[in-house]
């Protein structure tokens, strides 16, 4: 690490010739850096080219991702140019992989403009993913310094006031989308939402893709979906819900169907991770303003979360949502149908929940990060899960997560309404019985049948859906444990 | 039909023995027990009677166990409920909440709606018991 190729060139008049100095020459490779609780820090996960050695390439990352270019330029000297750039301060050889480092990278509070997601994401991540020196990159965890945390609103109403407000306590919500996810009419629409608010569920959800489509317009939505809510809850003495998706070509779209939501008196709305964190900001301000749960559904993140040498982890963008302030997360199952090792997965779930994240590499967290009292973000499970599976997840995430089950209640062999009343029967059951001090992760399985023995679609799920289970390797897992599936 | 407020309505109602094994589990994590009564089961009506104050130094489930009872001779066809309250930093909220008591005949809820424009309904829940006063309804 002492090469001259790794050494900072501190005459000037060599610093600033005319010309290409390598990245650690012109300054971003600083071992010695001791990062400040100011600084923002990232870590990335970096596969360098083929004879590219990796304190240069971590040095390129942090240089592209701050002040610098390809070639030297002298107008770096019109400014405090040491403040501004980026330092790559460590790289570690990433357990048991070869070809890939972590690079551990720190920048001055001064390069961000406060509030803003998108100004924070357009230095982070860029040009350096495109960086030909990288074979790959990926972003694996971000320590947002408290100032700067402070800068940003967060969820509009936070786990705490959404309960408040639905007045449900000491059980997971529970929740379904809505299926076929496309094709229904408002009016046959609006009966699957009744079906399943009334059967027990607590919310029902319209899919990401659902927006303003030839068989089903917004307004014919919000409308049937209201009478539904209205009815259910009249018909069980429960505040309902059902997230009205508001995901619209442009704001001023999204903003008109927020207010007829608002309107027809719903509590919650939704928008897809896909309308863009400037949008989110701006939708998360108008929920503030009209006390409306954000729900967020993660729709996309798939394409650049899942692979573990490229993209951005979901750790980082469930981060970046929080400080942008969405209520709901969708956060990972660990045991349905959708990618998502079990530590990995309850990684995300403390990055929505917890006052402190401290360091946890078995679950993906690498820095400690204070919330600075921003409000608790609601993870959402959704995507294969089902009645028979309740100990697991409850046994995986606790108390404050939405659990979701689509076709886990209207694939119900006896209906929808059984379908949602086995569900709810089956959360209550475990819950009970962990509150007695019962061991749900291995007893689970007699609890709900002892549950299922006074309800007959309980009995029916658990038949119907006894041999189901996701059992492939997952591709996003930490490099510091061996990981087990869960079966 | 069955107003299924609260965390366990969905099962059969719970036992008394059944009752204080939650109340110890809510001790164990230094919750304030507490129980409030009603006989106006609108879902908003977030304020209940307080049957006392919350039990912040309580240490034995016995003692929520004679206010729950003492309640339930006071107003036997009140909905009554258990709130467990958690004063740690972030929280500060209830973190559970079931009924422990309920009217023998549960009426339900009239739905009105109110034609406005654009095909808009503005809805209203109004429990059937709360044509009667207070105190009279179940």
Known sequence: MGSPGHTQVLDTSKRYAAGVLKYAQMGYWQPDYVPTESDVLALFRITPQEGVDPEEAAAAVAGESSTATWTVVWTDRLTACENYRAKAYKVEPVPNNPSQYFAWIAYELDLFEEGSIANLTASIIGNVFSFKPLKAARLEDMRLPLAYVKTFRGPPTGIVVERERLDKFGRPLLGATTKPKLGLSGKNYGRVVFEALKGGLDFVKDDENINSQAFMHWRDRFLYCMEAVSRASAGTGEVKGHYLNITAGTMEEMYKRAEFARELGSVIVMVDLVVGWTAIQSISNWCRDNDMILHMHRAGHGTYTRQKSHGVSFRVIAKWLRLAGVDHLHTGTAVGKLEGDPLTVQGYYNVCRDRVSEVDLPRGLFYRQDWGGLRKVMPVASGGIHAGQMHQLIDLFGDDVVLQFGGGTIGHPMGIQAGATANRVALEATVLARNEGRDIRHEGPEILMTAARHCKPLQAALDTWKDVSFNYASTDTSDFVPTPSVA | ?138
Not at chain 2, 34 to 49: A, L
Not at chain 2, 56 to 67: I, K, R, Y
Not at chain 2, 97 to 112: I, K, Q, T, Y
């Open chain 2, 1 to 138: 039909m069955r107003v299924t407020q609260g965390a366990f309505s969905f099962l059969p109602d719970l036992t008394d023995q059944q009752i204080r094994a939650q109340i110890e589990y809510c001790l164990r994590n230094n919750w304030a027990v507490s129980v409030e009564y009603t006989d106006d089961i609108h879902p908003r009506n977030t304020y209940w009677e307080m049957f006392g104050m919350p039990m912040f130094d309580l240490h034995d489930a016995a003692g929520a166990m004679s206010e729950i009872n003492a309640c339930r001779k006071t107003w036997p066809k009140h909905y009554i409920r258990v709130n467990a309250f958690d004063s740690t930093l972030g929280w500060e909220t209830v973190r559970l909440s079931f009924l422990v008591n309920r009217p023998p005949d549960e009426p339900g809820f009239r739905l009105r709606r109110i034609e406005a424009q654009g095909r808009v309904q503005r809805y209203e829940v109004e429990p059937y018991a709360t044509g009667e006063r207070a105190g009279r309804r179940y």
